[in-house]
């Protein structure tokens, strides 16, 4: 491994061979004029407002040491080629001071922070979690584009070396941001070809070929939708006013989004998560959703209890949601990414986000599976909804009508009014290499939203890395919840093993 990334000291990061057309130079001076005159969408504006100052950190664990020279060498062809990594935002004073991107020429050593570090510290995972808080009590200058990236060759128990993206949130939303990282990575089995990343295989449903049921179904069909829909705006719309989750150990205090946040990960078997889908019909997104309610309620039930867990000390009715900050536009895929930074293609870029508040079972059921079909029937239930389309119209209306200000009011107080937030992200499925150094974990997270909590699952290989950003005077101890998080998958398998599901 270590040969393999001393030789990308000699050479730059092969692209994927393409034929370029002519006047290319053209399009690629016209698309750079139009960058500088476009303004930021309201959802990117949403995001400097000062409760809303969320930035993404991407912690990418490495095999080997990381060469900075190798790193810097190859951002000016592959990130900066983004619009968004090498332009400013500034205020458009001919349009009532909106704001707009303006391309710059990137200095990199104010972009590439390599600190010093001492090889014989005690504690290297501790260094580097401290490290990640102390980052998380400042913003990024705006004096240059929003994003920065640490390197420390740190060996940890994880990784030899580490790099930590920090990204402002203004410039796209995570699923978009993760694509375009690792459309910057190549497999280390062929350095020119770019990750793979599994797709959902919509399956086919045999359906009766009787007209009369085709057309009961279709009905039925819309129905649910405008059904699940209405209710979805209405709680939606509640929320916003008066609706809020019940008082609990993990809900945030006011004034949570201006605290430094402590993130923690942990790395679980996605082939054991594969095991319980496979045997229970569901979907990686239900298992990790399934796991992540056991954990919650673990850890919620021993607080009640007077950190007991031999009974059920959860009161009743206990209302938890979490908020999903959901992109409608399609995301560009990883190869339309990597072709914008190669050829200057066009890719869809940008925040159009929609809310999904979305119900989690706080519970101690008897039988461990019923957190995994409970999660299966939220999500199913939310897959035939609108409600990310209707909130986000829902937002721009108060947008145009009365201002950022109100916007940035009503999106704070949904949130506020829920719990925690949470997604699941889909990783490559080979082992890659940033710049050549190959990769162990990734662990995406943020900091700067209302919540007190935050979990996110990255896939990678064949694992699976539990992310958690907490503030810690909600939650004191989030190495606990990680790990009633990721034991709750061995109680959840074992289950499985037990009953003869597999």
Known sequence: MESKCLRWRKQTLKPIETKREEGDEEKKRSGQAAAEEEPLSPSACLFHEPNFNVHIIAIMGCKTKIYPDIVKANLGHTLLKHPRFSSLQVVDEKKKGEMKWVRTE?????????????????????????????LTKTSIDKSKPLWDLHLLNLRTSQSEAV???????????GTSLMSLLLACTRQMNDPQALPTIPTNKKKDKKINDVWFWRIVLMFWSFFQVFWNSLVDVLIFIATAMVLKDTENPLKGRPGSELTARRIVFKTVSLDDMKLVKNAMNTTINDVALGITQAGLSRYINRIYGGNRNEEDNLPKNLRLRSTLLINIRPSAGIQALADMMEKDAEAKWGNWIGYVLLPFSIAIPDDPLDYVR?????????????????????????????????????????????????????????????????????????????????????????????????????????????????????????????????
Do not use: W
């Open 106 to 134: 990137v200095d990199l050593e104010r972009h590439v922070i390599v600190p010093e570090l001492d090889p014989n510290m005690e504690s290297p995972d501790k260094f580097l979690e401290d490290y990640i808080f102390n």
């Open 374 to 502: 409970e999660a299966k029937a939220t999500v199913d239930r939310k897959k035939r909804s609108l409600e990310a389309i209707y909130t986000f119209s829902i937002a721009e209306l108060v947008l145009k009508l009365f201002g950022i200000k109100a916007a940035s009011a009503m999106s704070h107080r949904v949130i506020t009014h829920t719990t925690l937030s949470f997604s699941n992200m889909v990783g490559p499925l080979e082992e890659i290499g940033f710049y050549g150094h190959p990769m162990a974990f990734l662990a995406p997270c943020s900091y700067g939203q209302p919540h007190a909590l935050m979990i996110n699952f990255q896939s990678y290989i064949n694992k699976m890395t539990i992310v958690l950003s907490v503030d810690e005077g909600t939650i004191p101890n989030p190495h606990q919840l990680c790990d009633d998080i990721a034991d709750s998958l061995t109680l959840i398998k074992d289950a499985v093993l037990t009953k003869g599901l597999v």
């Open 163 to 173: 790099g930590i993206f920090r990204i402002h949130h203004s410039l796209g939303d």
